[in-house]
């Protein structure tokens, strides 16, 4: 019998098998290494008023630093690729000085205050920041509590210096005298902390000392001394005042003296029959008048002057 097509061999059969299983072996070997790759690979992204610090981890062995990436941005799919992101921008810390931690003044008097200052992380250091000033590292990417890393930093680094140099300020000072010298305090401050931080990521903006508050006891006694001298200060006003009522009194007495000085140099019996005489042309001239009859002299010009009386009964029989 007759084939029309050539028998197989059980070695030719075993070849296509063997083939076969090689070919669906590498398509299970690259299938999982793509899982591998894709689970093990990250596109890490940095938010805006962030610097983002790469690394590559391994497998076995260490992570070591990749690069830095300001924010908003993604690194691109990389394998082992992570990132810690840092903020870069200001932040405002208070630092108080109240209750058990106010300051002794150079006459120790005990005075509360707080400490503003204004700070953030150079965006060039950020390396410097994390490899010598970081000590809570980030999971995944992302940061347990935000701004964690800045804030853990600060305190471990600026704070304790920045608090003592605000106390040596304060304590240099007598106490009233804090109160005039607040900008200059702050300006000594931001001076010794920039100093100190000069080496490191931190960049101090500005430093202002206020909300200064003095014991009870104090704050009474000044306002008490306050009243005191705006009252001194009223009765002084009222004083001047006085002052000023008499000399005007005087003036305008010493005015009346001088005109009644003029009109008795000036007043004599011509001209009292003259301003009589023109009086009684008035009066002639006038629709609605009275008469009164005053004692005349010769050419009926009106006597003036002071007259005896008439001599009384008594005078008359003595006589």
Request: aromatic share 8%; net charge neutral.
């Amino acid at each position: 019998m007759s084939f029309p097509f050539p028998l197989e061999d059980g070695t030719g059969l075993f070849s296509r098998q063997r083939s076969s299983l090689v070919v669906v072996g590498l398509s299970l070997v690259a299938l999982c290494a793509g899982m591998i790759w894709l689970l093990g690979s990250r596109n890490p992204f940095t938010p805006a008023g962030y610097v983002g610090y790469l690394t590559r981890g391994a497998v076995f062995g260490k992570s070591i630093f990749y690069g830095t990436q300001r924010g908003p941005t993604s690194a691109g799919r990389r394998w082992l690729l992570d990132v810690t992101n840092v903020s870069i921008t200001p932040y405002t810390y208070t630092e108080g000085f109240t209750g058990d931690e106010a300051v002794l003044s150079k006459d120790n008097l005990k005075i509360a205050f707080a400490v503003h200052t204004v700070w953030r992380v150079d965006e060039g250091r950020v390396p410097l920041f994390m490899e010598r000033f970081s000590t809570t590292m980030s999971e995944g990417g992302h940061e347990k509590e935000p701004d964690a890393i800045v804030k853990v930093a600060y305190s471990n680094f600026i704070r304790e210096p920045l608090r003592t140099f605000a106390r040596d300020e304060v304590q240099q000072r007598n106490g009233l005298e804090v109160k005039d010298a607040l900008i200059a305090i702050g300006d000594n401050v931001l001076n010794r902390i920039r100093a100190y931080a000069a080496d490191s990521p931190f960049t101090i903006t500005s430093v202002v000392v206020g909300n200064v508050q003095y014991p009870g006891e104090v704050a009474d006694a000044v306002s008490r001394k306050l009243a005191a001298t705006q009252e001194l200060q009223r009765k002084d006003t009222e004083i001047e005042i006085e002052r000023k009522e008499r000399t005007k009194r005087e003036v305008q007495a010493q005015g009346i003296a001088n005109a009644m000085q003029i009109i008795r140099g000036q007043l004599s019996g011509m001209y009292i029959q003259h301003e009589a005489i023109e009086a009684q042309k008035a009066m002639v001239n006038s629709p609605n008048h009275t008469v009164v009859y005053i004692p005349v002299g010769p050419m009926g010009v009106p006597i003036t002057g002071t007259f005896p009386t008439a001599p009384s009964t008594e005078a008359v029989a003595t006589r």
